[in-house]
């Protein structure tokens, strides 16, 4: 039978399942078998040829039809895993049923009344089959989940058969063991399979499938309470699923093996189409939901402990139920780990490969989703963040977060891919061997609209954030504190800073400092208080090799003097903030040596007009989100116990507005008072009092520069006059071998903000990662025009 002919017969069934107004009964086969027996229809046709509006008509009109169609699908996906797909005919069956409940899933989920029916029994769906009592009945989505698993590793469907040729002794689906047919090489396991084009094909529709069941939560507003597992995820990664094993190292290593280069020859990807790509994304996005977990409410999955021969540690605790997480958790070998970081880091890099040799290889486009699976091995797996800290190779994922959030300042509809980045980056801080590698010289000339400059990855990294600083939009407003804090988490290991990256950060602090800036709104001034933490720990702790950032404190030393004599008094306050209505932009971008950009690189544009971008929950504030540890002799960390009175930066009252678009974080009035507090501010209300300048002025830690200032200034001036020098390279020399040992303050301790986890965060991972997951299946496009609640799709 021709495609045309199948597709018509296919469209003639729906059309007769939409204007049924009788039941039709789930025996009649001769009726249901037209929607998956005799076609031939991709997942493409099945969208297009049963739209929308008439699943929604058998939902509300004949909802007996739509439940017994859902039904008879399952029913078909269960045989086909239970015989094991040997005809083509069956495999064909297990396909249509596939792609027509992927299109019909997301419909049962958006409607609150039929949100229980996959977790209903269906009568006669006994566990064991036959007609035993219906008391242990599976409900009908975990006999849907169990299929699909079973089916993923269905020898000549999805997995290379081991037997040679002899139709007759067709393995035995149920007795195979799955972990002998992993899909790829990599963690705990050797073996590569002959790609197969039509078995990558199969394993993708399966995915699809799964995927739309694991979505019902888009279906649900955002909630703050954490308890809300997916009962779909939650069923299918238990020890129910045999296959949860083989099945995650399968998705894993199918991600981190995949090489876009087009196995090894460039330009190769424009010869033959590349049919892993798409098997590889809904890999990764399977993945990624799979460990939606979250870590601050329940015993943390990480384990340290010896290491023993196999693939995971077998220590106890036993770690979370969802055994996706628990593996995660509790892979350990020095070959695996690196096998994950050279596959992410490869993938990272792949759209910077791009800039410098346009189509050498194919531009690969789920880094969001490596990015989230990035995130959640370094804080599901402690060794394995250490690992990623123990060498240089933690700068093969810190030079394309950088590349993307450079590229993504000015984008609108990529501000979730802004935040993962600065995430990772400061979960990444919080270990002092970050700060180590970053001193390692940046010689990649990846082209990046950034001024060109000679030095570090620590100054790539200053560089980069002080570009999104003042030349971000708007919205990034929130994430200035998470810059800063990284800054000053790296900042006592830099070892030498150029001159452009200390440029940039008095830039900085001259912008943050201006009165107006400082007066406007009751957190500015932790920016400052940021700041001069990166100074203070540079010149107590590496001095020597710093003689540029010296340099640059010294010719800027008034910005100093001015925030020493910053005026308290009502008078001096409501003219700064007059002084603001006149200039509305936040950071001016004068005498900032902008400096000429690097070759090739294109500045960073806003999103097009109409590009759709799902909407985010606010993220916790800086206090929330990290903790503070302080720094002993001997390099090891303390936590220090958060003060109950004091909001982040040194004595500020706590007041910090909850709107997304500014700083959100928790007040620790009582709530009465917060809502008052927060609701005047965004009214623009908030007035600043001397009181509270003064409260936080006396905090600023100036000691130290102002010690630096008055030994070295007058030296400084000194050598100017009796050499009569303008030269900036004589007074580097001598601020080179210059010391103040014994002249400066004691030096304080260090402290670092590590990240914590928080069903904050949490939530934030969740929220962006399906909303990324919506938008990125289009074809075909699952949810679209559905009725999700957990974000918004809005046009830029």
């Known amino acids: ?24 009964e789930a025996t009649d086969d001769a009726f249901w078998d037209q929607f998956w027996a005799d076609t031939a229809t991709s997942v493409q046709d099945v969208f297009a040829l049963v739209p929308a509006a008439e699943i929604r008509a058998v939902r509300e009109e004949s909802p007996s039809n739509l439940a017994t169609l859902c039904y008879k699908a399952v029913e078909k996906l269960v ?43 269906v009568p006669g769906a006994g566990r064991g089959g036959g007609d035993e009592d219906d008391e242990n009945a599976r409900p009908l989505a975990e006999s849907l989940l169990l299929a699909i698993a079973d089916l993923l590793f269905c020898p000549e469907f999805t997995v290379q058969s081991h037997r040679k040729n002899n139709v007759d002794t067709a393995e035995d689906i149920h007795a195979i063991d799955s972990c002998e047919y992993i899909w790829e090489a990599g963690v705990g396991f050797a073996h590569s399979p002959q790609p197969n084009y039509t078995h990558d094909l199969n394993r993708t529709e399966l995915l699809k499938l799964l995927l739309t069941c694991f979505s019902e939560v888009m279906y649900l507003p955002p909630s703050s309470d954490s308890g809300n597992t997916n009962p779909w995820v939650q069923f299918f990664c238990s020890t129910e699923n045999r296959h949860a094993l083989p099945l995650f190292t399968s998705l894993l290593n199918i991600v981190c093996a995949y090489d876009p280069v087009g196995y090894g020859i460039p330009y190769n990807h424009l010869l033959f189409s590349d049919y892993r790509e798409p098997l590889v994304e809904q890999a990764a996005q399977v993945l990624i939901v799979t460990l939606d977990y979250d870590t601050s409410t329940s015993s943390s999955p990480t384990v340290d402990g010896t290491t023993t021969g196999t693939v995971m540690d077998d220590i106890d605790p036993p770690g979370p139920d969802n055994l996706f997480v628990n593996y995660l958790s509790r892979i350990h070998r020095e070959e695996d780990f690196q096998f994950i970081l050279k596959g992410v880091a490869r993938l990272l890099s792949n759209p910077l490969l ?57 984008d609108q509809s990529r501000v979730g891919l802004m935040h993962i980045g600065v995430f990772i980056l400061l979960l990444l801080s919080g270990e002092r061997n970050f700060g180590v590698r970053l001193n390692k010289p940046y010689s990649v000339r990846v082209p990046m609209d950034i001024p060109v400059f000679t030095g570090t990855h620590a100054d790539l990294l200053i560089i980069v954030f002080h570009k999104i600083i003042t030349s971000g939009h708007q919205r990034l407003q929130p994430l ?8 000053v988490n790296v900042s006592p290991y830099l070892k030498s800073l150029s001159m452009v990256a200390a440029n940039k950060l008095l830039h900085l602090l001259e912008a943050f400092s201006t009165t107006w800036f400082l007066f406007s709104t009751v957190q500015n ?191 400084v001036e000194k050598i100017c006059i009796d050499k009569g020098l303008t030269d900036e390279s004589e007074i580097l020399k001598f601020l080179q071998h210059g010391t103040l040992v014994g002249l400066l303050p004691v030096p304080h301790p260090i402290l670092i903000r590590k990240y914590q986890a928080n069903s904050g965060t949490a939530m934030w991972f969740r929220t962006y990662m399906w909303g990324v997951i919506y938008l990125r299946n289009v074809d075909p496009p699952i949810w679209y025009d559905t009725d999700v609640k957990l974000f918004e799709i809005q046009r830029v």
């Open 1 to 24: 039978m021709g495609n045309a002919d199948s597709k018509l017969n296919f469209r003639k069934a729906v059309i007769q399942l939409t204007t049924k107004t009788q039941p039709v």
């Open 79 to 121: 045989q086909g895993a239970e015989s094991g797909c040997h005809s083509e005919k069956e495999k064909q069956i297990v396909l249509n049923c596939s792609r027509l409940l992927t299109r019909i899933l997301p419909y049962i989920f958006e409607d609150p009344d039929w949100r229980g029916f996959f977790w209903s029994t």
């Open 354 to 410: 791009q800039t410098y040799l346009p189509n050498s290889t194919k531009k690969i486009q789920f880094h969001q989703e490596l990015l989230v699976l990035f995130w959640k091995l370094c804080d599901f797996n402690k060794k394995f963040l250490f690992f990623v800290l123990k060498s240089s190779d933690v700068l093969d994922i810190l030079v394309p977060i950088l590349y993307f959030l450079n590229d993504a300042r000015a």
């Open 480 to 487: 200035f504190d998470c810059l800063l804090t990284i800054i």
């Open 525 to 715: 001034h932790h920016l400052v208080f940021f700041l001069l933490e990166v100074f203070n720990n540079i010149i107590q702790y590496q001095f020597d090799g710093n003689s540029n950032l010296v340099y640059a404190i010294i010719r800027k030393r008034n910005v100093f003097h001015q925030l020493a004599n910053l005026p308290t008094d009502l008078q001096s306050i409501q003219k700064a903030l007059q002084r603001k209505k006149k200039a509305p932009e936040p950071i001016s971008r004068t005498n900032s040596q902008e400096g000429i950009s690097m070759e090739g690189s294109r500045p960073a544009a806003p999103a097009e007009p109409g590009t759709l971008k799902a909407s985010l929950v606010a993220t916790p504030g800086i206090d929330k989100l990290t903790e503070k540890s302080q720094v002993s002799e001997d390099g090891t960390m303390r936590s220090l116990e958060p003060e109950s009175s004091q909001s982040p930066a040194e004595g500020s009252p706590p007041g910090i507005i909850s709107d997304t678009e500014s700083w959100s974080g928790e007040l620790s009035q009582p709530k009465r008072e917060r809502r008052r507090l927060s609701s005047a501010s965004i009214a623009g209300q908030w007035n600043p009092t001397p009181e509270w300048v003064v409260s936080w002025k006396s905090k600023l830690p100036l000691q130290t520069i102002m010690r630096l200032l008055q030994v070295l200034v007058p030296q």
